[in-house]
Each structure stands twice: as C-alpha cells, then as structure tokens.
C-alpha cells in the first residue's frame, strides 16, 4: 500500500455512522473516498458533499450518497489533502486548484483532517507555490500586487492554455521564499481586490494523519 492510501484509509476510521462528511480533492483524498465508497456498500449510511468537481465524479461512481448544500446545515468531518503542513499543523492547499471550494467546506466542518504523506511535512511553508485564485478581470493588475506583496507569481496553465477553477478563476501560483508569518501573508493577499482565496490554511486543521515510506502511519493533533 502506498504512503498516501495508508494515510488515507487510517484517516477513514474516524467516520462513523450518520456523519455529514466533506470529500477532498487530490491524489491522496482519492484513497480517502474509495475507502469510503468500500465502507457506504458495506452498509455505512452518511451524507457527502464534494471540494471539487472530480470529487463529486468519483463519489457518485463510488455509490457514495451526496447531498446539495442547502440540505444540509453543515459538516462533521472533512478529509483532505495538502501540499504542506507543518507543526501547527498551517497548510498549504491548492495544488489541484480546489482550494476555494475544499477552504468552504473546511470551514463549515467541525473537524478537518489531513492527510499526506511524509514527503508533505515541512518546517516552514513555502517551498511549494503557494496557489492564490484570482479572478480574470484586470488578472494583469491583481499579479502587479502580488508582486509587491513580494511572490514570484505564474499563472498557472495546463502546458497550454490557463488553468480554469471550478469556480470559472485563474490560480495564480507565488513563490514567497520560506514563509515566516502565514497569518500575516494570509491577511494581506485577502486585503488585495481581484484576490478570492489563497491556499494557506491557518487554524481549520485539527488533525494530520500522516503515511511513512516504512509503512508505518502517525497522527498529529
Ligand atoms: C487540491 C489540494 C490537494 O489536497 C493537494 O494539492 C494535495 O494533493 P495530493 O493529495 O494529490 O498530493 O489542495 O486543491
């Protein structure tokens, strides 16, 4: 079994039955919803929302009974991915550009958990890009003040042509340099119009369930 499925079925006991469970996106959270999808025909009975439109896909092919937002008030459990966490268990999301959609419904969960493997966790943020979702008007403008907020940003394309969210906006991916202060960075590309979200996640992750290369799986709190 690989790092991220041993991470992903690990984080999986945590749902019981009658939950309201958020579905991540990614190659890890994959794992996380097969399982899951394996647990819903063996008679677990919860309701599901997706983070993204490849989520949604993969539940419904799973047999995993999803519901429309407004049917539901809220989540008990999110499972997903991340690019890179550190101690305090800060994030860097988005490298499959759902980060909007997964911060909502990470938001509105009473527990996010993590899940990755060994490779992801770091001692300080920023080695990978961190991925902000802007809007298309005026993107030329809203890059110029990411620049002066200090990033190196790229919009992020798929070899060719841009990269499109789910949400119809372009990511735009920054280099910082090791970030110091996520809850400081955080704020201020918030501040700057043309900016929707970024992909650092500061305070909504309360677990990390993480697989090792030795098989071996660890949880941080
Ligand atoms: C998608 C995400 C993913 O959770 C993140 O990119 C990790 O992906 P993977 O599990 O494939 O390494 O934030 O927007």
């Given at each position: 079994?690989?790092?991220k499925?041993?991470?992903?079925?690990?984080?999986?006991e945590?749902v019981?039955?009658?939950m309201?469970?958020?579905?991540?996106?990614?190659s890890?959270?994959?794992?996380?919803?097969r399982?899951?999808g394996?647990?819903?025909?063996?008679?677990?009975?919860?309701?599901?929302?997706?983070?993204?439109k490849?989520?949604?896909?993969?539940?419904?092919?799973?047999?995993?009974?999803?519901?429309?937002?407004?049917?539901?008030?809220?989540?008990?459990?999110?499972?997903?991915?991340?690019?890179?966490?550190?101690?305090?268990?800060h994030?860097i999301?988005?490298?499959?550009g759902?980060?909007?959609?997964?911060k909502?419904?990470?938001?509105?969960?009473?527990?996010?958990?993590?899940?990755?493997?060994?490779?992801?966790?770091?001692?300080?943020?920023?080695?990978f890009?961190?991925?902000?979702?802007?809007?298309p008007?005026?993107?030329?403008?809203?890059?110029?003040?990411?620049e002066?907020?200090g990033?190196?940003?790229?919009?992020?394309?798929?070899?060719?042509?841009?990269?499109?969210?789910?949400?119809?906006?372009y990511i735009?991916?920054?280099?910082?340099?090791?970030?110091?202060?996520?809850a400081?960075?955080?704020?201020?590309l918030?501040?700057?119009?043309?900016?929707?979200?970024?992909?650092?996640f500061?305070?909504?992750?309360?677990?990390?369930?993480i697989?090792?290369?030795?098989?071996?799986?660890?949880?941080?709190?």
């Amino acid at each position: 079994m690989n790092m991220k499925q041993l991470a992903a079925e690990k984080a999986v006991e945590y749902v019981e039955d009658g939950m309201r469970i958020g579905l991540g996106t990614g190659s890890t959270a994959y794992w996380a919803i097969r399982k899951i999808g394996e647990r819903v025909r063996a008679g677990l009975n919860i309701q599901a929302v997706a983070t993204s439109k490849a989520s949604e896909k993969l539940a419904q092919e799973e047999g995993i009974p999803l519901v429309p937002f407004d049917q539901i008030a809220g989540l008990d459990l999110t499972i997903d991915g991340a690019d890179e966490l550190d101690r305090e268990l800060h994030l860097i999301k988005g490298g499959g550009g759902a980060l909007l959609r997964e911060k909502i419904v990470a938001y509105h969960s009473k527990e996010l958990i993590i899940i990755a493997d060994e490779s992801k966790f770091v001692d300080k943020l920023g080695s990978f890009p961190l991925p902000v979702e802007i809007v298309p008007f005026a993107n030329e403008w809203t890059m110029e003040a990411l620049e002066k907020l200090g990033a190196k940003p790229m919009l992020r394309t798929d070899g060719e042509r841009l990269f499109i969210t789910d949400n119809g906006n372009y990511i735009a991916d920054c280099r910082f340099g090791v970030i110091e202060h996520p809850a400081e960075l955080h704020a201020q590309l918030l501040a700057l119009p043309g900016v929707v979200d970024n992909g650092l996640f500061i305070g909504l992750a309360a677990r990390a369930v993480i697989g090792h290369q030795d098989g071996t799986v660890t949880v941080m709190t």
